[in-house]
């Protein structure tokens, strides 16, 4: 039998779109782990279905009225479907692959008809491939396959997997994850707006949404990468998703290993990094960087099969990891450290099936990073190494996973599913023999080149602050969700709570040390205040502020210096809930409409374990999306979807917004360096907290918060509207092309403010007492949706609190609201695996525009989760409105592998993208003034007093090839296999991404590019 006659059932049609319906029932089209089967069977061809699985999943459904059949929320894996009549097999379909959140069409033709059935000779039909189109998903998603993952030359992550999706771009190297790696941007939004999950509990990283905890390479099963549109029964990113769903053990077993290396010798030269002087040429080298290089070994194995046939199996999979290497700094800090990172992963899963309508999940896993390094002196002159000079802070970091879920199919028509689990972190940090010799220096090459014959002085110390003993996290996530099917109705609901506790979390001056570092910097104009200052207007005295460098001997050119403090220490937690419902409605045979409605519920707690920030009213986020199967036989579907998606803060704000941290700097002219970089010559600046005395420009000074002053009184939680429309059409019987617009507006955010000298303004204008509170107890920083008119607590000194309303124009003085919006139109040609090769090519044009980024800031890598400079005062976001740094206007993306014999197989991964908006930041308006806050370096939208919207230049173009080559020999049956891959095959080293800040000799140097060229090897074996 042909598969082409199901394909050719024209009267059909409406059974088949019936049968989609149904298959709607319990598939969680979000960050799912199971796949559903349908299908349509010709009149009294058959009876009942059954579908099993290889690992023992057994299901039998019966075929209705209109000979349509379904079964959802099924475990991904290998099928055999068979059509039964009278309790006898007549036609059969083996090797049916599920492909996760979507419906695979298993139907069966009029060639299973009663005399087959009479006969018993029914018939078995291999499946080759999955449906080219699935007409029953509404979102943004892209599913990469573990047959996929061993062609494809990558990189060996999930974000690396991830950027294969239209509109994922890579962060900027500023950001690392939970374990040293690299993160990516969806649609425009920042990093830490995304959610991971791990068979489908959430491993985003606990501490501040960096990344998430992710499986070995070789366990992964299937990645989905979703960039919108998903259900109701998902939430907390506005970002994107990366769901990871493991392998199981099946009735067979299976057993193997791999070994892979890339050699530090045939890695090329990174580029060197150079200053940029003042009139656009090349000036001194910043960092030489020909000899930082790595190799990189990695070794895993795996087992799976049955511990009791049909009933019980485990897969178990291990990862070893190293990468030895040597890395130079930069010449304000020259040391060589010769370092290795240990990257240990494990995944195991027993999968029970305790009866045909009962499974049991149990997974285990874990991803850990340690890293250890040793630092040698480092000679710019003569580009030698020389003595040892001290131990690098060593790391731990990464965190255990365990979970359990529980599956029953109480009918046909009524499932329901329990998920549990538990995910234990380790953030550990220390360095042997640290010594306290020395401070730390910043920005030593802001030093006053007269004081240092224009070459930066430094010192041995190379640690500035660590993180606190003893920090580690605790995650909990408990989902209930049940699916009833009612006629042509699938209504899902269920719950999603997690808890996220952050212990003994922060960061501090080294115990053993001096407790300060020395920051240098240059004002540039000896006359303009360092902080505020009259130039910045009427009431300037009420506002913080630093005089002018040549107020004090050597300040004549502007150089200055501060002792800077650091420290913040808290246990906090963050407690979300959900309730969620969804109706699936095969409205008619062609079109299908999904109804949702979930309502999130946050509370962030401080280290008191009291509330400062709960978000329990009702938010509800609508999901509404349709398909349309446009001839009825899955050639052509139109597509769309609208949504609402909230996003809680993660733990880490706590540390500012609701600890107790110290933040100060105490500001003074020198005259000259010692040695070993240290400031001599002390001259104390005046402030407005008077000569010498640690000055915060957001008052923080070590005090404790008090809950109920950290935030404005009508908070709402952050959320984004999203919009998407598209379709999918088959070209011909090998190939597939489609295009998809997407609208995102942030219509929500929260950040800090800074501004207390504008609220103790508002409350002299209110008439308030100032004898009756104190102005040094008002937080320096305020959690506040940035645009809004809010209202603030301010404590009083007798007890109780006065209510102070600020107008975000008229008492604050902004000129802009919060703004972000994305649009993007992508369109795509795919062929899909036909046995001899597979492709896809995608073009992206798109659009990420406003003035906020998000929860950070790439431009000036600013990690504080909605702590960012943004919207501190009304200076810093005056020009702010421009193209957002994760805006990338052209992507294009193509990937695929050709099997050329049958043991030679090539593959190739190819990136273009236009470059990344440019900043320039510097200090205010024409007379270059450093008004409000007047924080250090300057960080307005001026470049040399005219304004600079973001995006008004840009980074050059990046161009990447990534090729790789399998030989899999026919004399070892094909289990035993070699390969190789070449990464950027033509060596592009594009400078990403420049540095911002015009105040600093830094300005427009690189700070990162385009890894250079790598060759990998490996050999694996499969039993």
Not at 200 to 225: K, V
Not at 787 to 801: D, L
Request: one cysteine or more.
């Amino acid at each position: 039998m042909s598969m082409n006659k199901s394909r050719g059932m024209q009267p059909r049609r409406t059974a088949l779109a019936f049968a989609i319906g149904l298959s709607m029932a319990g598939v969680a089209f979000g960050q799912a782990t199971t796949g559903g089967i349908n299908g349509v069977v010709a009149a009294g061809s058959g009876d009942s279905v059954v579908i099993k699985s290889s690992s023992g999943v057994s299901r039998t459904v019966a075929v209705d009225a209109n000979g349509a059949y379904s079964a959802s929320q099924l475990p991904l894996g290998t099928y055999t479907v068979s059509l039964q009549r009278n309790g006898q097999v007549v036609d059969s379909r083996s090797n049916v692959t599920l492909r996760v959140g979507s419906s695979t069409d298993v139907s069966f033709g009029a060639s299973a008809n009663a005399e087959n059935a009479q006969n018993l000779s029914g018939l078995t039909v291999t499946a080759n491939a999955l449906p080219s189109i699935d007409v029953t998903g509404v979102d943004s998603r892209t599913v990469i396959t573990s047959e996929q993952l061993a062609k494809l030359p990558l990189a060996r992550s999930a974000e690396a997997i991830a950027l294969l999706a239209p509109g994922v771009v890579a962060g900027s190297t500023y950001f690392t994850n939970a374990t040293g790696g690299s993160v990516v941007s969806f649609g425009g939004a920042s990093v830490t707006e995304n959610a991971y999950y791990l068979n489908g509990f959430n491993t985003t990283d606990p501490l501040s949404n960096f990344g998430g905890i992710t499986l070995p390479y070789g366990a992964i099963d299937q990645q989905e990468i979703l960039s919108g549109g998903y259900g109701a029964a998902y939430g907390r990113s506005d970002g994107g998703v990366i769901s990871q769903v493991g392998k199981r053990g099946t009735n067979e077993w299976h057993f193997g290993g791999q070994v892979q290396w890339t050699p530090k010798d045939l890695k090329s030269d990174p580029k060197d990094y150079y200053y940029v002087n003042k009139d656009g040429s090349r000036g001194k080298i910043r960092q030489y960087r020909s000899d930082n290089k790595s190799s990189t070994t990695t070794v895993d194995a795996y087992v799976g099969g049955p511990l009791i046939k049909d009933k019980l199996f485990v897969f178990a999979a291990v990862e070893a990891e190293r990468q030895p290497g040597r890395s130079t700094g930069s010449n304000v800090a020259p040391y060589v450290t010769h370092y290795r990172y240990d990257n240990p992963k494990w995944y195991g899963k027993l999968d029970w099936n305790i009866t045909d309508s009962n499974i049991l999940e149990v997974t285990g896993a874990s991803s850990k990073s340690s890293y250890e390094g040793s630092l040698y002196s480092y000679n710019y002159a003569t580009k030698t190494e020389g003595a040892f000079n001290s131990y690098d802070t060593q790391t731990k970091n990464g965190a255990d996973v365990y979970t359990a879920k529980f599956t029953s199919y109480i009918t046909d028509d009524l499932t329901a599913s329990v998920l549990y689990g538990k995910m234990k972190g380790t953030w550990y940090s220390n360095t042997p023999g640290y010594d306290p010799t020395y401070p730390y220096l910043f920005s030593a090459q802001d030093q006053n080149p007269a004081l240092n014959g224009g070459n930066p002085i430094t010192n041995s110390q190379t640690v500035a602050t660590e993180n606190l003993p003893g920090h580690r996290s605790v995650s909990t996530n408990l989902r209930v969700d049940l699916s009833y099917r009612l006629g042509d109705h699938t209504i899902t609901a269920g719950i999603d709570n997690q808890d996220v506790k952050n212990i003994d979390a922060g960061t501090k001056f080294p115990d053993a040390g001096l407790g300060y570092a020395w920051e240098y910097n240059n004002q540039g104009d000896p006359d303009t205040y360092v902080a505020g200052g009259p130039e910045t207007g009427a009431g300037w005295e009420n506002r913080p502020w630093v005089k002018n460098t040549g107020s004090q001997p050597g300040g004549e050119t502007g150089y200055y210096v501060a002792r800077y403090r650091y420290h913040d220490n808290a246990s906090v937690r963050v407690s979300q809930r959900a309730q969620y419902i969804e109706d699936s409605w095969q409205v008619t045979d062609r079109w299908l409409v999904k109804l949702g409605l979930r309502n999130d519920q946050f509370t962030n707690y401080n280290a008191g374990g009291k509330p400062y920030l709960r978000l329990t009213s009702p938010q509800w986020a609508p999901r509404v999306g349709f398909s349309w199967d446009v001839n009825g036989d899955s050639s052509f579907k139109i597509y769309g979807n609208a949504g609402r998606y909230y996003l809680a803060l993660p733990t880490s704000v706590a540390l500012r917004a609701a600890g107790s941290s110290l933040y100060t700097r105490e500001f003074y002219t020198y005259e000259g360096i010692d040695s070993n970089g240290i400031p001599t010559g002390l001259h104390p600046i005046d402030a407005s907290v008077g000569a010498g005395n640690p000055f915060s420009a957001n008052g923080e000074y070590g005090q404790p918060r008090d809950p109920k002053v950290g935030s404005a009184h009508n908070l709402k939680s952050e959320y984004q509207d999203e919009y998407i429309l598209g379709f999918d059409k088959k070209l011909g019987d090998a190939w597939v092309y489609g295009a998809k617009a997407t609208y995102r507006n942030l219509r929500n955010a929260i950040d800090d403010i800074g501004d207390s000298p504008s609220i103790i303004a508002k409350m002299n204008k209110m008439g308030i007492d100032p004898a009756t509170y104190d102005p040094g107890l008002i937080p320096g920083s305020f959690l506040i949706n940035p645009g809004k008119n809010t209202v603030f607590s301010i404590a009083k000194i007798g007890g109780g609190y006065y209510d102070v309303p600020m107008d975000w124009r008229k008492d604050f003085g902004f000129n802009t609201t919060m703004k972000r919006k994305y649009y993007g139109l992508d369109l795509f040609l795919e062929h899909p695996f036909d046995g001899k090769w597979f492709g896809k090519v995608d073009y992206l044009f798109s659009r990420s525009y406003g003035n906020s980024e998000g929860q950070v800031r790439t431009d000036i890598g600013q990690t504080d989760v909605s702590a960012t400079v943004d919207w501190d005062y009304a200076q810093v976001m005056d020009y702010a409105n421009g193209y957002l740094s994760n805006d990338r206007r052209h992507q294009l993306k193509a990937y695929g592998s050709y099997q050329i014999t049958p043991e030679w197989m090539l593959s190739g991964n190819m990136s273009i993208a236009s470059g990344a908006p440019i900043t320039c930041l510097g200090l205010y308006g024409p007379d270059q003034t450093n008004p409000g806050l007047a924080y250090t370096g300057g960080y307005y939208h001026f470049c040399s007093g005219k304004p600079f919207q973001p995006g008004t230049k840009r980074n050059p173009w990046t161009y990447r090839l990534d090729l790789s080559a399998e030989y899999r020999p026919e004399w070892a049956g094909k289990k035993l296999a070699f390969n190789v891959m070449v990464y950027n095959v033509f060596d592009k080293q594009t400078t990403t991404q420049i540095y911002a800040l015009q105040s600093s000799s830094s300005f427009r140097r690189p700070i990162s590019s385009q890894t250079p060229r790598y060759f990998r090897f490996g050999v694996s074996y499969d039993f």
